[in-house]
T-cell receptor, first 111, second 113 residues
Framework: GQNIDQPTEMTATEGAIVQINCTYQ??????LFWYQQHAGEAPTFLSY????GLEEKGRFSSFLSRSKGYSYLLLKELQMKDSASYLC????????????FGKGTRLSVIA | DVKVTQSSRYLVKRTGEKVFLECVQD?????MFWYRQDPGLGLRLIYF???????EKGDIPEGYSVSREKKERFSLILESASTNQTSMYLC????????????FGAGSRLTVL
């Protein structure tokens, strides 16, 4: 079976740091994606991890631990425009297989 | 930039109507996908296609069919719309291989009355 868990909602203050966790139990693992989706818009790609460790991209970083089935997305220096849903998605197998998505975490950034 | 275009942003249909949702991508991507997105349920895969004329069922194919006659176009068909098919429908495409990034269309919000 496949199970990807993320918190449903989070709230954080402008200028702060927030960590959005994702745990997965899937039949296989060949990489993990994070997407951002603003309300009423299409999801857009943020990051991809296939090896353990931290990938940094500006204010956003993503971490992966394959042995723990765990990833997080770290957002620094939060801005109001970071209010969005963040989707964790796992690539279970190599080749042309679809991604398995978590239900998403809705982040609200408040002043 | 890859562009994925969904023909209708908002549709309102009646129960029993046949509904076509069209999706076109302009970057020669092999793989195309149809998802529906509902509050509390996240993105669920309806159908996908690895290449022209090919299609595979996703997690929730019941009540839907698809057509991929040309590489750039992937159509989702609701043969007889029902109220439980009221949802946001998202089309996505990617170049061959699961390691590549999915590019999504803006979505089609369908309401079935």
């Amino acid at each position: 079976g496949q199970n990807i868990d993320q918190p449903t909602e989070m709230t954080a203050t402008e200028g702060a740091i927030v960590q959005i966790n994702c745990t997965y139990q899937t039949s296989g693992f060949n990489g993990l994606f994070w997407y951002q989706q603003h309300a009423g818009e299409a999801p857009t790609f943020l990051s991809y991890n296939v090896l353990d460790g931290l990938e940094e991209k500006g204010r956003f970083s993503s971490f992966l631990s394959r042995s723990k089935g765990y990833s997080y997305l770290l957002l620094k220096e939060l801005q109001m425009k970071d209010s969005a849903s963040y989707l964790c998605a796992v690539r279970e197998e190599s080749g042309n297989t679809p991604l398995v998505f978590g239900k998403g975490t809705r982040l609200s950034v408040i002043a | 930039d890859v562009k994925v275009t969904q023909s209708s942003r908002y549709l309102v249909k009646r129960t029993g109507e046949k509904v076509f949702l069209e999706c076109v991508q302009d970057m020669d991507h092999e793989n195309m996908f149809w998802y529906r997105q509902d509050p509390g349920l996240g993105l669920r895969l309806i159908y996908f296609s690895y290449d022209v004329k090919m299609k595979e069922k996703g997690d929730i194919p019941e009540g839907y069919s698809v057509s991929r006659e040309k590489k750039e176009r992937f159509s989702l068909i609701l043969e007889s719309a029902s109220t439980n098919q009221t949802s946001m429908y998202l089309c996505a495409s990617r170049r061959d291989s699961g390691a590549n990034v999915l590019t999504f269309g803006a979505g089609s919000r369908l309401t079935v009355l």
